[in-house]
């Protein structure tokens, strides 16, 4: 046996609210000697194998972590530094844009850590649901425990002195249990923190793209109004003097205008030579 086998053996065991739990009894080593589980014997509910990692060797006990614990604290350290590395990641991306590149890849690979995370909060929750719920069965236990003493106090079964000691015995329990419902709550409290941590987190990078996508149509809608329209085909020019020339010209009734075109018509040239050709003819029949 190792040092710490020798110094463990026979120890009394505490949970960390100070619970009785047991006895030490025995090891069970690793192929390299470190100890793997201690067999604690836990009277009427026998022999239990408890990991090493969740025992705390003092002097005089040994104090039992709930595995509980053990794993909402490694949750919350790995968490926060995931939340924190990504909070890093996107201040060095906003400061170059050059690093947008690289920054999304390790952005994916946080993100991914994240949901294994997530996972891993699901199932800490339902544990902490579960010992919540057996703790609650455990108070009421005691209360009820007080309250038959207390009734029996009353007729006159025990003694004044009987009562007073049932009280002190049970209000070391009653505070075991308040103290671990309060620090599962602030657990509890502490990963919902996070999970609204990651929202913010998450919350500007979304931002960021809808803000792209945006300026990016507004862009090419401004781009759209800002094409010069194309050149038209150059109009003949009218000259300056014919223009004012004809803003100049008297204004000709509908009469002399009927007029002047039947005088057109009867002295066209057209007209004299159709009637020479009607007239040949005419003599030569």
Known sequence: ???????????????????????????????????????????????????????????????????????????????????????????????????????????????????ILDETENKINAQLDVRTAELDEQLKSVKMLIFDAKMQYKSNEISESTFESVKTQTSDLIEHITHEQAEISNVQRRLQDLSMEVQITEAPRQQLQEEAISYLGTQSESEVKTILPEVPEQAPEIPIQQHAQHISAPMITPAQQVSSSHDAINTSPGKKTEESDWLSRMEAQ
């Open 1 to 115: 046996m190792s040092n710490d086998e020798i110094q463990i053996i026979g120890k009394k065991v505490k949970d960390m609210y100070g619970t009785p739990v047991g006895k030490v009894v025995g090891t069970i080593s690793d192929i390299d000697g470190s100890i793997q589980t201690v067999g604690v014997d836990c009277g009427a509910d026998g022999l239990r194998q408890i990991q090493f990692e969740q025992l705390v060797v003092q002097t005089d006990v040994v104090i039992f972590i709930p595995k509980w614990r053990l794993d909402s604290q490694r949750l919350l350290r790995e968490k926060g530094l995931t939340l924190r590395r990504l909070k890093a990641l996107i201040e060095l991306v906003s400061e170059n844009d050059d690093m947008k590149e690289s920054a999304e890849m390790l952005h994916e690979k946080y993100k991914s850590k994240l949901s």
